[in-house]
């Protein structure tokens, strides 16, 4: 049986899963890999993370970790982009293949780093990089392969999916919930990658990359993330008959530009993207010769990830000395994205309306002005001091169009703060 030797570069929530489930499930994979996987070397300031058999293994240098002749593969799970950069940078250079976590750093330096590796003869392998456990990276690149995308809808980060879940089952705020993600180690050490939509929109750039074959780069994937949603809106939205997710989408028009965007949706109840709850995350592909497919499973956490490290260390170490891995496939066939005020969406409102005769007659002639259909309407029996909540769903606008009709809406006289705008999607 070939032994290959590991360096292991941050060995905090993920690194230390990654290490605890190779002890656990090593004979299991050498049985199925043919390969006796061996972690030679840690890269980790706090040795307390790492299992005790392990910590013979201790260095304080990535790079002598790097440069180590016994070190076939490096695993970096430190995270961030800066340093971890660094560490890819050496890795690929040293002709080592590079397995990562990484979204951030993938979605910003991708480009670079599967330019190094080809040129260096390896591989990056990424699936952890999304949907923790769920091997939609292989999916794609592999198992759809044949097809054209029509279009990817994913809830793609587990800390927002378990926060708007909690919040939808017990009325809290977004606020009493993250620090229960954060001991779960689910969120980001930096929680506003996971909550301002940042950490999603890294992993949007890469499906896309994957299913379109062009980089896409962060400042043009419009994003927005869940600080803005409340119990009130989740609730509402369900007597409506949808849900509210944090949802990516990615899907090219009918200009050859990909739509790559991540907002709150409301997505209807039925649907079966409504019915993935707390950490877990779904990918729903459609390809023009499979259709519909759905991948599903924990989007977050140290041992759903590890499952993904470990898939990944198996096939880099299968493909050692093969110059098989990155398969990066540039084709270029949409390159550019498309502007967010030439999307079509429909959106929900909620507007706080006094409550006067009248008010609903004015702001629907302020759609009809602009050409926007409503789709409903409804008010609750609920009043809040002068106002009441005006809900209303909306036919499919281009952004533009309704955001200008929207903020002629806000200058009503009859209509005050607060009010609340979120794109709906019918996933049909
Ligand atoms: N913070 C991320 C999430 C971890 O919540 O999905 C997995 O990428």
């Not at 593969?73 to 590079?98: D, N, Q």
């Not at 940042?198 to 896309?208: F, Q, R, V």
């Not at 009130?232 to 899907?251: C, N």
Request: charged content about 20%.
């Amino acid at each position: 049986m070939k032994t290959v030797g590991i360096g292991l570069i941050g060995c905090g929530v993920v690194g230390g899963g990654f290490a605890r489930h190779l002890l656990r499930n090593h004979d299991l994979i050498a049985e199925r890999t043919g390969v006796d996987l061996q972690i030679r070397r840690i890269a980790e300031p706090r040795a307390d993370r790492v299992p005790a058999p392990l910590r013979g293994a201790l260095t304080d240098d990535w790079r002598k970790l790097v440069a180590d002749g016994e070190v076939q593969i490096v695993v970096e799970l430190m995270g961030g982009t800066t340093l971890a950069k660094e560490v890819a940078r050496a890795a690929l250079s040293a002709g080592k293949p590079l397995v990562t976590a990484n979204k951030a750093l993938l979605a910003h330096a991708g480009e670079e780093l599967f330019g190094l590796a080809d040129r260096h003869h390896t591989g990056i392998y990424f699936e952890a990089s999304v949907g923790g456990g769920i091997p939609i990276i292989k999916a794609l690149r592999e198992g759809l392969l044949a097809n054209h995308i029509a279009g990817i809808h994913g809830i793609i980060n587990g800390t927002c999916n378990y926060i708007l879940t909690r919040m939808a089952d017990e009325g809290k705020s977004y606020g009493d919930i993250l620090a229960e993600a954060k001991s779960l180690g689910y969120a980001e050490a930096d929680e506003s990658l996971d909550v301002d939509g940042i950490d999603t929109a890294h992993k949007a750039a890469i499906l896309a990359s994957l299913a379109y074959g062009c980089w896409i780069k962060m400042a043009d994937i419009h994003t927005e993330g869940i600080r803005t949603i409340s119990a009130l809106d989740i609730s509402y939205a369900r007597r409506l008959g949808y849900v509210i997710k944090l949802l990516a989408i990615i899907k090219p028009d009918e200009h050859n530009a990909v739509q790559t965007r991540v907002h709150p949706t409301l997505i209807p109840a039925d649907s079966v993207l409504a019915s993935v709850s707390g950490v877990y995350n779904a990918i729903a592909v459609e390809g023009d010769v499979v259709g519909r497919t759905l991948y599903y499973g924990r989007g977050a956490g140290a041992d759903a990830t590890a499952s993904a490290v470990l898939s990944d260390v198996a096939e880099a170490a299968t493909n050692l000395g093969s110059n098989r891995g990155s398969r990066f496939t540039r084709h270029d066939l949409y390159g550019k994205v498309a502007n967010i005020d030439q999307v079509k969406t429909r959106y929900y409102i909620r507007l706080s309306a006094l409550d006067q005769p009248g008010v609903l007659a004015q702001v629907a002639a302020v759609f009809g002005q602009y050409n926007i259909g409503i789709s409903s309407v409804y008010q609750p029996e609920e009043h809040s001091g002068e106002t009441v909540p005006l809900l209303m769903v909306l036919d499919q606008a281009s952004e533009a169009n309704f955001q200008r009709a929207y903020r002629d809406i806000k200058q009503l006289a009859v209509i005050k703060e607060p009010c609340q705008a979120i794109r709906v999607e019918d996933l049909k």
